[in-house]
């Protein structure tokens, strides 16, 4: 079952494991150490506990198996919504589900999103999750996404594998 929830001290090898290899390949920080999974994770546990919330780190879980990363940073009415997956978890619907999930829960009227013009594929992850493209750069291709009214229910989801009976909303 697919879930997101908040990092725990126990997540820190597992969010260096998804901040490697190709799932890291356009992002200007590389591959996380131990070190900055620590602090990545000690950043989330925080900000978990501001209020009002402005920061939703939380991780995608997989049937008990961290999987990826979904953040959501707010302001003002609008959010910034990004995500990372595990290399070993890509082309099955996760992250898509993931977004989804957390735009129905966010409660954000206005969440936008950008991805590098080298990853299609997170693009697609946008497209299936509600978001439209606004612009593009030479680098990045930016989406916005105003909040929908009613929940998305398991039947919306287009996960591409025979889990989808095990996503959970």
């Not at 590098?116 to 989406?143: E, H, M, W």
């Amino acid at each position: 079952m697919l879930a997101l929830r908040d990092l725990t001290e126990q997540d820190v090898d597992a969010v260096r494991r998804i901040y490697t290899g190709r799932a890291v390949a356009d992002m200007w920080f590389g591959q996380m150490t131990r070190a900055q999974a620590h602090d990545y994770v000690r950043e989330a546990r925080t900000s978990s506990h501001v209020d009002p919330r402005t920061l939703h780190v939380l991780g995608i879980d997989l049937d008990g198996d961290l999987i990826g990363i979904v953040r959501l940073r707010t302001t003002d009415g609008a959010g910034h919504l990004a995500y990372i997956l595990r290399e070993n978890t890509w082309g099955h619907g996760y992250a898509t589900a993931a977004v989804r999930l957390l735009l129905t829960d966010a409660k954000v009227p206005l969440v936008t999103a950008e991805h590098r013009v080298g990853n299609p594929a997170s693009g697609r992850v946008l497209a299936k999750a509600g978001f439209v493209q606004i612009c593009a750069t030479a680098d990045l291709v930016r989406y916005e996404n105003a909040t929908r009214s009613s929940p998305i229910r398991p039947s919306d989801t287009e996960t591409g594998s025979s889990s989808a009976s095990r996503l959970h909303w």
